[in-house]
């Protein structure tokens, strides 16, 4: 990273941050509704989702060629990967700077946000694990399962790197004190269908939901984060006034 005149310079790619909204081109899936940008991943490099609950075939499942991000679960999430991809819903040039704040903050401060990540993923296993316990105890396809995950990981609750894979950043056009709202978008052993979204202010959790569910340029993020605290602020998760 290089400082120049007082702000920072990063290029990536080839492709200097200075002209941020620019090197977003349009999504492959949607490419009228959201635009990205790929870059080598800054946190939870070696986390990947190895398990889907009640699939054998999973397990057996060819990897796809170039599997489309934003899916909540496919063979590849078993795999690492190097890169992930930067998405907007929409190309705003009035919220452009508070993106690219959102993202230089996340770019010079990334141990301590994967701090944060990893403290908000072990709550969530841990949480999940309770809400699934009852299924475990009475048998069954779930509870045959889960032994079959204890045997290829013995410290399942805690060992969260095998159970979530981050394969998308969403950069918000919404947020506070100048920096964007950041969603990071998960597959995850427990939710195929839905995958898992954790939105930061910085290097503030606020709320967990579906892939996408808050920040998918639909609606109000901020309505959003706040209608989900009222049921869901979890221990050290930061309140929007």
Known sequence: MVKKTGRYVVTIS???????LNQFKPDKEFPDERWSFTTPKLVLK??????????????????ENKP?????????SRVEDAEVPVFVFDKNPEATQLRE?????????SVVIEERLRAKLLQIQQSDLTLLAEEIEDGGPFADHWKMIQSAIPDAEMQIDKFFKLVGIVLDSNGLEDHAFVGFEFQTSWDKDHGLEIVMHKDRVLARAGMTELLSGYGSSIDGIKATQEFDLAPGDFRLS
């Not at 080839?14 to 941020?20: A, N």
């Not at 489309?68 to 590849?76: R, T």
């Open 101 to 109: 704040n959102g993202w230089m903050f996340l770019l010079d401060n």
């Open 68 to 76: 489309y991000p934003l899916e909540p679960s496919g063979y590849n």
């Open 46 to 63: 070696s986390f990947v989702s190895a398990f889907a609950v009640y699939d054998e075939d999973f397990h057996k499942g060819k990897l």
């Open 14 to 20: 080839g492709i200097d941050m200075s002209d941020f």
